[in-house]
């Protein structure tokens, strides 16, 4: 009855969260020949609480809980994709189930083998869900000193969020995407209206929240020109 | 028309009135019956006040949609809301028939809800009728009644679901075979020409009859693959084709036959009346009670609705139903609940009727006694609700084998059932090798059955997630902040005699580095399967569990403000089980944040018209076990508590 009264406790805990925040970090090291590294990080630390309350219990609105066997699942998963990718290397994982904290990091030999991460798991999406999402997310060109992040809007996200029920829409009321991308050059501009550049001109930071993301409002796209 | 069945239902189940006159059509081995008594409704709120409030408005839209605006509103359909509706559920040769009665004022209007073609009235003498070909559902009516028939037929065949009909397995190794034959030739005669070649010419032509070699290789499996055999022009497949088509036509000849059945069921009860009628059913009579209540369902012969449910053929040779006694424990099971609404609770009292075999079993279980202490650890004022649990574990550990005895006893069972009498003498061997080892007064001083869970607040916890703090290059550090969250308080109680027991375990858990003991109180810190800080501790033959730890300093040194009204206290303390909720106190805790954001705006309407709940389960008396649910309503603003549902819907709606 105890294990009970705990699980009863956490679906209190579920219902009672005001949201579930989560936020993602991009951050990319650019060096002038295209090489550079890659860190992907999902921070849901601010959500610790409902997450270990989820965790207790076996599935919330219908959906299966993943227990953290199937978190460490995943997370290999995506080591061995990167393991499998051309050009990446020192590939390297960390996991913080205390505070539910989700990094991968990977050096890249350059620009195309970094969008070869992505690029045939989002022709898979386009093809499957007739989306038509950009199928390479960055571009660097050595020659006029231009990087991109390339982000193309599909009306689809917006249809999923539309789909999901109002309880799992409060997941993203919170959330957030942040890109830090760095260069061994000073930045001469950027061209998202949102990103900020550093002082040092050789650092980019651009913040956008989960909501105006996924209604269009704000892009993640940012065509960053280096002085030469 | 699904729809329209829905509203028609929902129609008669708000504003159906008094009298027991259709009752006497139902068959008195009715397995369940339904009976909603629409004076009694009525007085509580009238059809022209439903009619105003939003459902009833909603109604009254479907009906004119469905209509095609022949009818526009509920008073249309023509029911005679002087009499009561009734619901019974009949089984009969593993079909269900699910009946609806609904006395009718006029039914002149009801040809006018199947404006559609497909749905054709038929005139059969007295009586019209439209049935659905598919599900054979029946509406029929003569001029004062009309009855609503939907069968569930557990015989249907479902065989043409499984993988009988699919491709063969086979198919991919023979397709697999052909290509591989022709690989392998081909690559033998590659492999001659070869050798040929090497022995009496230069290099390079080598390479060139290789290179035709692999030419070769390749239309060889090219001609394999075009060779591929054509499963969907096989024999094979043309027999399978015609024994689905043959099992298509039976099961179209069993779906008529079905139908023709229930046209019959639903034509008799309207122009006849069974030899005995439900009124003649003794266990019927008596639930009827006095008469006061608004709805009231009746549940008859448990052991024949599972035998209907669960047809020997789909559980297969191993059913294990084959090996229980379901008739020796369900036989004579009966369960009533009447549903009133009253000024201010709505109330549904609920009747468990048993065999004396059953009740002889779970009374012991039921009688367990109830620790008076934890009265003395309830404070009303900031209680969010409870359950609580008066067992006996000694009844319980005495009762469970002569249960599972009863259960598997062989000498019930058809003698020729071998399988039925291993299972008996092993299950009596295991119960009884159970009650030998098992020392139940002993088992009972760990646990005697008595539990009381409380949530006992909704507590502001300030919590510490990681987060990230930029340096003006936007290089990031790691950085713990502190934020507040709503948790719940519970505090959990039960008997126990074994305080060593009780402080052997909390040992356990010190010298594992789970527990930390201070104060005479043990407290196991947040983990990754709990994320709550639980402290513990023992008193007076008591095991306290809970989340707070100045509650249980307070119950340690004597201070808990205890507060219990008379009502509550005669709920926790006479009952086998007895759970409550207080609304208002939950509602005026939970963060308005909380809250869906359409309701916020709403949220002292919620206040307002929120009130308590409880269900209190008795000892069995008899061969009864009674429960009562109470919903608290607020008098303020609502005419009564039915009124409040609806008012309450309106609100939802808006």
């Known amino acids: ?228 | 028309m699904k729809h329209l069945y829905t509203t028609i239902f929902l129609c008669g189940l708000v504003l159906s009135l008094n009298a027991q006159d259709l009752a006497r059509k139902i068959p008195s081995d009715a397995n369940v019956v339904v009976t909603i008594k629409g004076k009694n409704v009525l007085e509580l709120l009238s059809l022209s006040e439903f009619s105003n409030s939003r459902l009833g408005q909603e109604m009254n839209k479907e009906i004119s949609r469905e209509t095609k605006g022949e009818l526009a509103t509920i008073e249309d359909l023509g029911f005679n809301l002087n009499e009561n509706l009734y619901y019974f559920l009949q089984t009969k040769e593993g079909v269900f028939y699910n009946t609806f009665m609904i006395p009718m004022k006029s039914t002149a209007n009801l040809p006018k809800l199947f404006p559609r073609e497909r749905d054709e009235v038929i005139k059969d003498g007295a009586v019209s009728y439209v049935q659905e070909s598919y599900g054979g559902t029946v509406i029929m009516w003569n001029t004062k009644e009309m009855v609503f028939v939907v069968p569930s037929d557990q015989n249907e065949d479902y065989s043409y679901l499984y993988s009988e009909d699919l491709p063969s397995v086979a198919v991919e190794p023979i397709e697999e075979t052909i290509v591989d034959e022709a690989v392998e030739e081909a690559v033998e005669e590659i492999e001659e020409t070869v050798i040929m070649e090497e022995i009496n010419v230069e290099e390079t032509i080598i390479e060139e009859t290789v290179v035709v070699a692999k030419e070769t290789e390749e239309a060889a499996i090219e001609e394999a693959e075009v060779q591929t055999y054509d499963y969907y022009n096989s024999e094979e497949y043309k027999k399978q084709e015609q024994r689905r088509e043959q099992r298509r036509l039976e099961r179209e000849a069993s779906k008529n036959t079905q139908n023709t059945v229930t046209l019959a069921f639903a034509k008799q009860l309207l122009q006849s009346q069974p030899t005995r009628s439900i009124l003649q059913n003794n266990s019927y009579r008596k639930s009827l009670g006095k008469g006061n209540d608004e709805a009231m369902v009746w549940m008859n012969d448990f052991s024949q609705i599972y035998k209907n449910i669960l047809p020997t053929r789909l559980l297969g040779a191993n059913n294990p139903y084959d090996f229980m006694n379901l008739d020796e424990l369900y036989k004579g099971m009966t369960v009533t609940a009447r549903l009133n609404f009253e000024q201010d609770e709505a109330v549904m009292g609920i009747d468990y009727t048993m065999s004396d075999k059953l009740a002889k079993a779970y009374k012991p279980m039921y009688e367990g006694k109830f620790n008076k202490n934890f009265i003395n650890y309830i404070n009303e004022d900031k209680l969010l609700g409870y359950m609580s649990v008066n067992l006996s574990t000694a009844g319980i550990l005495e009762a469970y084998p002569a249960l599972v005895e009863t259960m598997f006893d062989a000498t019930k069972q058809k003698s020729e059932n071998k399988k039925a009498a291993t299972i008996a003498a092993a299950s009596s061997s295991v119960t009884r090798l159970f009650s030998l080892l098992i020392d139940e007064e002993g088992a009972a001083k760990i646990l005697r059955g008595d539990m009381l869970l409380l949530l006992t607040d909704l507590r502001e916890k300030e919590v510490t997630y990681t987060d990230y703090e930029y340096d003006e290059e936007y290089n990031y550090k790691k950085v713990e902040k502190t934020k507040t969250e709503t948790v719940p308080d519970f505090l959990f109680l039960f008997t126990s005699e074994e305080e060593k027991m009780f402080r052997n375990i909390m040992k356990i858990g010190i010298l594992e580095e789970k527990v930390a003991y201070e104060n005479d109180m043990y407290h196991v810190g947040q983990t990754r399967s709990n994320p709550f800080d639980i402290y513990a501790m023992y008193k007076d033959n008591t095991v306290f569990i809970g989340s707070s730890v100045a509650q249980l300093t307070q119950i340690k040194k004597g201070t808990y403000p205890s507060k219990l009204s008379s009502t509550l206290k005669k709920g926790i303390s006479k009952s086998a089980t007895s759970f409550y909720v207080n609304g208002k106190n939950i509602i005026s805790e939970i963060p308005s944040e909380a809250f869906p954001r359409e309701l916020r705006s709403n949220i002292d309407f919620l206040t307002e018209n929120t009130e308590d709940l409880s269900v209190n389960f008795s000892k069995i008396k008899g061969n009864t076990m009674t429960g009562k649910m109470i919903l608290k309503t607020p008098e303020k603003g609502h005419k009564n508590s039915l009124a409040y549902f609806i008012n309450i819907i309106d609100k939802l709606m808006e």
């Open chain 1, 1 to 228: 009855m105890l294990k009970r009264t705990i699980k009863f406790c956490c679906l209190v805990v579920v219902a009672l969260s005001t949201s579930s925040c989560f936020d993602i970090l991009e951050e990319i090291n650019l060096n002038k020949d295209g090489s550079g590294t890659l860190l992907f990080t999902v921070n849901m630390s601010k959500s610790k609480t409902k997450i270990a309350s989820l965790m207790l219990l076996d599935s919330v609105n219908g959906y299966k809980v993943p227990t953290e066997d199937d978190i460490e699942l995943a997370l290999n998963d995506v080591v061995k994709h990167l393991e499998k990718s051309e050009g990446i290397s020192n590939i390297k994982k960390t996991k913080d189930f205390e505070n539910y904290i989700f990094s991968v990091s990977c050096n890249f030999e350059d620009i195309t083998s970094l969008n070869g991460i992505t690029s045939e798991l989002i022709k898979e999406q386009n093809r499957r869900e007739k989306t038509s999402f950009n199928t390479s997310n960055f571009a660097y060109d050595a020659s006029q000193r231009v990087f991109e992040r390339k982000f193309k809007y599909d009306s689809s996200i917006k249809k999923s969020f539309d789909y999901l029920k109002k309880e799992d829409k409060k997941v993203f009321q919170d959330a957030s995407f942040t890109s830090i991308y760095r260069f061994q050059e000073p930045v001469r501009t950027a061209s998202n209206s949102n990103a900020k550049i550093a002082p040092s001109k050789k650092a980019v930071m651009l913040r956008v929240d989960a909501m105006s993301f996924i209604l269009g409002e704000k892009t993640i796209q940012n065509k960053i020109k280096l002085i030469n």
